[in-house]
């Protein structure tokens, strides 16, 4: 079985300043990973995914994410944040060409001007 | 193209009264999905549905059942509502097994009485 651990329920940063929302994920199969954000009173939107190739991946709004495969990790960057990137964000993994995806516990990104 | 739409938005009961959950999508999705959402828990899978006239139980499917007559709705049912299951409720979908992405409703704020 897979499960999804996020270590920060709650990240406050300074606008403009770097922040790292940090993801590990235990799984004995290879997986997919997602990264999904939940803008205030919404539902979830697909912000980035790693399903093959190349270990980094992007979103178009600056964030990134790494996938580590020795260190089962899959942590969300982004090097200037912006009030508009206010949300929780949540990492979820799934099986390849599987039914269910399982999330994390979600990271609550709080913004100060 | 509406993507996925919930009805209603906003619900009160009272203990022990029953609704349904209505989820729509019109872009011909094969699976469909029902989850929670509580603070510090991440999203939690109720039931799905792999395509109509299909459904399956998810992580936490007592309380609730489901139907899928119609290939673009989904319901969630509560029989005898409990104050436990005060939450938000998203429905998504999938295009199908090939596919990685979910698309996210709005959400149904749910609260018993």
């Known amino acids: 079985a897979q499960s999804v651990t996020q270590l920060d329920s709650q990240v406050p940063v300074f606008e403009e300043a770097p922040v790292e929302l940090r993801c590990n994920y235990s799984?004995?199969?290879?997986?997919?990973l997602f990264w999904y954000v939940q803008y205030p009173n919404q539902g979830l939107q697909l912000l980035l995914k790693y399903l093959s190739g190349s270990t980094l991946v992007k979103s178009i709004n600056g964030f990134e994410a790494e996938f580590n495969k020795s260190q089962t990790s899959f942590h969300l960057r982004k090097p200037s944040v912006h009030i508009s990137d206010t949300a929780e964000y949540f990492c979820?993994?799934?099986?390849?060409?599987?039914?269910?995806?399982?999330f994390g516990s979600g990271t609550r990104l709080s913004i100060r001007p | 193209n509406a993507g996925v739409t919930q009805t209603p938005k906003f619900r009160v009961l009272k203990t022990g009264q029953s609704m349904t959950l209505l989820c729509a999508q019109d872009?011909?999705?094969?699976?469909m999905y029902w989850y929670r959402q509580d603070p510090g828990m991440g999203l939690r899978l109720i039931h799905y549905?792999?395509?109509?006239?299909?459904?399956a139980k998810g992580e936490v499917p007592d309380g609730y059942n489901v139907s899928r007559l119609k290939k673009q709705n989904f319901l969630l049912g509560l029989e005898s509502a409990a104050p436990s299951q005060t939450s938000v409720y998203f429905c998504a979908s999938k295009k199908d097994a090939s596919t990685d992405t979910q698309y996210f409703g709005p959400g149904t704020r749910l609260t018993v009485l």
């Open positions: 549905s792999v395509g109509e006239g299909t459904t």
């Open positions: 872009m011909n999705h094969e699976y």
């Open positions: 979820a993994v799934s099986k390849m060409v599987a039914s269910k995806i399982i």
């Open positions: 799984s004995s199969v290879s997986v997919y």
